[in-house]
């Protein structure tokens, strides 16, 4: 399994800008996809964005898209999720996965992720 480890959460006001960072070690060939997932307070988790490692196919959420861009630096196994003109309700842990294999559209679904990290907390003030 490959380990991932989040970085780069915080408090922001609302419209700035935040990085978020995944860093994967271990056996980093099992993530074929990688992808940003987040849950708010009380919330189901939601798929935020994904991306495919080898040809860097990336996959939105709809409501999100124009706001936040996956990104992956293969080289040194990280992958990175920008959200600009963050709101309130962007406020949530955000989980980073990783799937072993190609899985298509189910890209939006949490359960081929195999592997997941801690998570890393953005609070979005007002």
């Known amino acids: 399994q490959v380990r991932l480890e989040e970085s780069g959460g915080g408090l922001v006001p609302a419209g700035d800008s935040l990085r978020l960072s995944c860093a994967a070690s271990?056996?980093?060939?099992?993530?074929?996809?990688m992808a940003w997932f987040r849950q708010g307070l009380g919330k189901e988790r939601e798929f935020v964005a994904a991306i495919r490692r080898s040809d860097g196919g990336k996959y939105y959420q709809d409501s999100l898209k124009g706001r936040i861009t996956i990104s992956t630096d293969n080289n040194k196994n990280m992958i990175y999720l920008q959200m600009n003109n963050m709101q309130p309700e962007d406020t949530a842990v955000y989980y980073c996965a990783a799937a072993p294999k190609m899985i298509g559209e189910a890209v939006r679904s949490s359960r081929p992720y195999s592997s997941w990290g801690q998570g890393t907390r953005v609070t979005v003030s007002t």
């Open positions: 271990g056996r980093t060939a099992s993530s074929v996809v």
